[in-house]
Nanobody, 125 residues
Framework: QWQLVESGGGLVQPGGSLRLSCAAS????????IGWYRQAPGKEREGVSCISTSGEFTYYTDSVKGRFTISRDTAKNTVYLQMNSLKAEDTAIYYC??????????????????WGQGTQVTVSS
Protein backbone atom coordinates (compact mmCIF):
# COMPACT_ATOMS: atom_id res chain seq x y z
CA GLN A 1 0.00 0.00 0.00
CA TRP A 2 1.44 3.33 -1.01
CA GLN A 3 2.00 6.00 1.59
CA LEU A 4 3.53 9.46 1.90
CA VAL A 5 4.89 10.61 5.24
CA GLU A 6 5.76 14.22 6.00
CA SER A 7 8.41 15.16 8.55
CA GLY A 8 10.85 17.90 9.50
CA GLY A 9 8.51 20.47 10.99
CA GLY A 10 9.10 22.25 14.26
CA LEU A 11 9.28 25.55 16.09
CA VAL A 12 11.59 28.13 14.58
CA GLN A 13 12.14 31.84 15.06
CA PRO A 14 11.31 34.33 12.31
CA GLY A 15 14.12 34.36 9.78
CA GLY A 16 15.03 30.77 10.53
CA SER A 17 15.04 27.70 8.30
CA LEU A 18 13.54 24.24 8.18
CA ARG A 19 13.71 21.40 5.68
CA LEU A 20 10.60 19.31 5.27
CA SER A 21 10.69 15.78 3.89
CA CYS A 22 8.03 13.84 2.03
CA ALA A 23 9.03 10.18 2.06
CA ALA A 24 7.27 7.56 -0.02
CA SER A 25 6.74 3.89 0.65
CA UNK A 26 5.14 1.34 -1.61
CA UNK A 27 5.75 3.23 -4.83
CA UNK A 28 8.43 5.11 -6.72
CA UNK A 29 8.08 8.79 -5.99
CA UNK A 30 9.78 9.83 -9.23
CA UNK A 31 6.80 8.56 -11.23
CA UNK A 32 4.69 11.46 -9.97
CA UNK A 33 4.72 15.18 -9.61
CA ILE A 34 4.72 16.00 -5.92
CA GLY A 35 3.12 19.03 -4.38
CA TRP A 36 3.50 20.65 -0.99
CA TYR A 37 0.42 22.16 0.63
CA ARG A 38 -0.20 23.94 3.90
CA GLN A 39 -3.16 24.76 6.09
CA ALA A 40 -2.99 27.52 8.66
CA PRO A 41 -5.47 27.71 11.55
CA GLY A 42 -8.82 28.97 10.34
CA LYS A 43 -7.75 29.00 6.70
CA GLU A 44 -8.24 26.77 3.72
CA ARG A 45 -5.47 24.48 2.56
CA GLU A 46 -3.31 26.07 -0.13
CA GLY A 47 -0.82 24.73 -2.64
CA VAL A 48 2.67 26.01 -1.90
CA SER A 49 5.02 24.32 -4.31
CA CYS A 50 5.23 21.48 -6.80
CA ILE A 51 7.95 19.57 -8.64
CA SER A 52 7.76 17.59 -11.86
CA THR A 53 8.78 13.96 -12.19
CA SER A 54 12.18 14.87 -13.60
CA GLY A 55 12.69 17.80 -11.29
CA GLU A 56 13.04 20.07 -14.31
CA PHE A 57 9.87 22.04 -13.58
CA THR A 58 8.93 23.62 -10.30
CA TYR A 59 6.23 25.98 -9.10
CA TYR A 60 6.01 28.25 -6.07
CA THR A 61 3.13 30.31 -4.86
CA ASP A 62 3.99 34.01 -4.79
CA SER A 63 4.23 34.26 -1.01
CA VAL A 64 7.13 31.77 -0.83
CA LYS A 65 9.05 32.58 -4.01
CA GLY A 66 12.70 33.22 -3.31
CA ARG A 67 12.46 31.67 0.16
CA PHE A 68 11.39 28.06 -0.43
CA THR A 69 13.07 25.47 -2.65
CA ILE A 70 11.56 22.14 -3.63
CA SER A 71 13.76 19.24 -4.69
CA ARG A 72 13.70 15.49 -5.02
CA ASP A 73 16.15 12.71 -4.21
CA THR A 74 15.28 9.67 -6.29
CA ALA A 75 17.69 7.40 -4.43
CA LYS A 76 15.98 8.21 -1.14
CA ASN A 77 12.50 8.24 -2.66
CA THR A 78 11.94 11.59 -0.99
CA VAL A 79 10.91 15.11 -1.93
CA TYR A 80 12.14 18.02 0.16
CA LEU A 81 10.95 21.55 0.83
CA GLN A 82 13.76 23.79 2.04
CA MET A 83 12.23 26.79 3.78
CA ASN A 84 14.39 29.81 4.51
CA SER A 85 13.64 33.28 5.89
CA LEU A 86 10.57 31.92 7.59
CA LYS A 87 7.81 34.28 8.61
CA ALA A 88 5.01 34.02 11.14
CA GLU A 89 2.55 33.68 8.27
CA ASP A 90 4.28 30.45 7.21
CA THR A 91 2.91 28.81 10.36
CA ALA A 92 0.75 25.90 9.24
CA ILE A 93 0.51 22.16 8.94
CA TYR A 94 2.37 21.13 5.79
CA TYR A 95 1.30 18.20 3.64
CA CYS A 96 2.59 16.57 0.49
CA UNK A 97 0.66 14.81 -2.22
CA UNK A 98 1.14 13.28 -5.68
CA UNK A 99 -0.20 13.67 -9.15
CA UNK A 100 -0.60 17.37 -9.88
CA UNK A 101 0.01 18.10 -13.55
CA UNK A 102 1.15 20.60 -14.67
CA UNK A 103 3.01 21.81 -11.60
CA UNK A 104 1.23 25.19 -11.68
CA UNK A 105 -2.06 23.43 -10.90
CA UNK A 106 -0.95 22.83 -7.30
CA UNK A 107 -2.59 26.19 -6.60
CA UNK A 108 -6.00 24.98 -7.78
CA UNK A 109 -6.07 21.18 -7.53
CA UNK A 110 -5.71 18.68 -4.77
CA UNK A 111 -3.54 15.57 -5.13
CA UNK A 112 -5.05 12.14 -5.48
CA UNK A 113 -5.31 9.83 -2.51
CA UNK A 114 -5.91 10.77 1.09
CA TRP A 115 -4.05 13.37 3.10
CA GLY A 116 -1.39 12.24 5.53
CA GLN A 117 -0.93 13.60 9.02
CA GLY A 118 1.27 16.43 7.84
CA THR A 119 4.03 18.13 9.78
CA GLN A 120 3.52 21.22 11.94
CA VAL A 121 5.61 24.30 11.23
CA THR A 122 5.44 27.07 13.80
CA VAL A 123 7.29 30.33 13.26
CA SER A 124 7.35 32.39 16.41
CA SER A 125 9.71 34.35 18.59
Amino acid sequence: QWQLVESGGGLVQPGGSLRLSCAASGFALDRFTIGWYRQAPGKEREGVSCISTSGEFTYYTDSVKGRFTISRDTAKNTVYLQMNSLKAEDTAIYYCGPGITPVEDVSTKEPFGTWGQGTQVTVSS
